[in-house]
T-cell receptor, first 115, second 113 residues
Framework: GAVVSQHPSRVICKSGTSVKIECRSLDFQATTMFWYRQFPKQSLMLMATSNEGSKATYEQGVEKDKFLINHASLTLSTLTVTSAHPEDSSFYIC???????????FGSGTRLTVV | AQSVSQHNHHVILSEAASLELGCNYS??????LFWYVQYPGQHLQLLLK??????LVKGIKGFEAEFIKSKFSFNLRKPSVQWSDTAEYFC???????????FGKGTRLSVIA
């Protein structure tokens, strides 16, 4: 149980375009979703925390107008990278909090390449 | 704010060798501690976690970790590794409740025959 499905797994886009990444909780309600970014050989860096029905909370240094997070339902959270640039190329991972268990489940990640 | 330090970037072991991966954290309050594994092309999977109680925690696949509060450490161990343990291992902490995980940089383990 507690599976998060993340799509797409890989995406290549042109510089200046926008890319949407989706994370769906398949068998539970994800009240809280965390979005991470991982650079090669680096740690997972928290970008933002989203709670269903409210605005996301962004970490310091993360541009909220560039990385749009929407968490309009208990089963879907999306991250849109707007006007993507090559430096946005990275691995993006979502993680849902499993309420009442202090547990987390992770999506399989999205490899974004901006050319 | 919490921070996590993993000492080894890449560890190479022969099958049947013993494993210990270091993890130290920095945080003044109560923390919960986790170890995750990421196999190539797969999502992060929980190996084990510590919230309270017995500081020696046993997880899946024969892994265990020991919480030493005085050293702010939570090292991961396995007495005999297998080729299938080849993966990336992440130590993580949170401050409890609904707070996000803070991850270390990860340690890549390569097990050779």
């Amino acid at each position: 149980g507690a599976v998060v499905s993340q799509h797409p797994s890989r995406v290549i886009c042109k510089s200046g375009t926008s890319v949407k990444i989706e994370c769906r909780s398949l068998d539970f309600q994800a009240t809280t979703m965390f979005w991470y970014r991982q650079f090669p050989k680096q740690s997972l860096m928290l970008m933002a925390t989203s709670n269903e029905g409210s605005k996301a909370t962004y970490e310091q240094g993360v541009e909220k107008d560039k990385f749009l997070i929407n968490h309009a339902s208990l089963t879907l959270s999306t991250l849109t990278v707007t006007s993507a640039h090559p430096e946005d190329s990275s691995f993006y991972i979502c993680s849902a909090l499993i309420q009442g268990m202090n547990g987390y489940t992770f999506g399989s990640g999205t490899r974004l390449t901006v050319v | 704010a919490q921070s996590v330090s993993q000492h080894n970037h890449h560890v190479i072991l022969s099958e049947a060798a013993s494993l210990e991966l270091g993890c130290n954290y920095s945080y003044g309050g109560t923390v919960n501690l986790f170890w995750y594994v990421q196999y190539p092309g797969q999502h992060l999977q929980l190996l084990l976690k510590y919230f309270s109680g017995d500081p020696l925690v046993k997880g899946i696949k024969g892994f265990e970790a020991e919480f030493i509060k005085s050293k702010f450490s939570f090292n991961l161990r396995k007495p005999s590794v297998q080729w299938s343990d080849t993966a990336e291992y992440f130590c993580a902490v949170n401050a409890g409740g609904n707070t996000p995980l803070v991850f270390g940089k990860g340690t890549r383990l390569s097990v050779i025959a």
